[in-house]
């Protein structure tokens, strides 16, 4: 079966501090993606990543970096000098090749507070 | 960039009334999608649609929902007789292809409020 675990519910920093936000997944495929979404108070779900299980290289875009490690099955996200405007719940996802329809399994997300 | 499109933002409905969320995917995507996040949860697949048909749906897809594409273009998402449990917000994705490099991409959400 497939899972995630996001298991820091909520993180409060202080702006300008870096954040890493902790994504573990299970899954018995051999390909599968990963992916971030970030959710502003807004509440829509806004696309920030996917990444192929083949590829370990690690991402950095901007203030965003992401390190995933298959040896662990973790694929962690880290902002650097954080912002107001950081302040979301981000979701991490699964979706597996094995299945019919590439659906996505979520984690429980972490709400992220920045604080000025 | 293409947009997926849903209306209504917000439906408030009677419990026991009937209820049909739209979407709009993206013109040339032929994989989509219904998810449902309760208040405070996280998100969780209801149903994916391909060439006319349910191609896979989870547990909490019950007889109450349905799907259809009526017209080629909207996609909708009906639930026939609503319950205060259905209150949360939906969202609707869909993708070009299963092989596509492209992520699903969300539209904004209906917001559902059973009374």
């Known amino acids: 079966a497939q899972k995630v675990t996001q298991a820091q519910t909520e993180i409060s920093v202080v702006e300008k501090e870096d954040v890493t936000l902790d994504c573990v997944y299970e899954?018995?495929?051999?390909?599968?993606?990963l992916f971030w979404y970030k959710q502003p108070p807004s509440g829509e779900l806004v696309f920030l990543i996917r990444?192929?299980?083949?590829?370990?290289q690690n991402e950095i875009s901007g203030r965003y970096s992401w390190n995933f490690q298959k040896s662990t099955s973790s694929f962690n996200f880290t902002i650097t000098a954080s912002q107001v405007v950081d302040s979301a719940v981000y979701f991490c996802?699964?979706?597996?090749?094995?299945?019919?329809?590439?659906?996505?399994?979520f984690g429980t997300g972490t709400l992220l507070a920045v604080q000025p | 960039e293409p947009e997926v499109t849903q209306t209504p933002s917000h439906q408030v409905t009677q419990m026991g009334q009937e209820v049909i969320l739209r979407c709009v995917p993206i013109s040339n995507h032929l994989y989509f999608y219904w998810y449902r996040q309760i208040l405070g949860q996280k998100v969780e697949f209801l149903v994916s649609?391909?060439?006319?048909?349910?191609?896979?749906k989870s547990e909490i897809f019950d007889d109450q929902f349905s799907v259809e594409r009526p017209d080629g273009s909207n996609f909708t998402l009906k639930i026939r007789s609503t319950k205060l449990e259905d209150s949360a917000m939906y969202f609707c994705?869909?993708?070009?292809?299963?092989?596509?490099?492209?992520?699903?991409?969300f539209g904004d959400g209906t917001r559902l409020s059973i009374l």
């Open positions: 994705a869909s993708i070009p292809d299963r092989q596509s490099n492209q992520p699903q991409h």
């Open positions: 990444r192929n299980s083949f590829d370990e």
């Open positions: 996802a699964l979706s597996g090749n094995g299945g019919a329809t590439n659906k996505l399994i």
């Open positions: 899954t018995r495929d051999t390909t599968y993606y």
């Open positions: 649609f391909y060439n006319n048909e349910i191609s896979e």
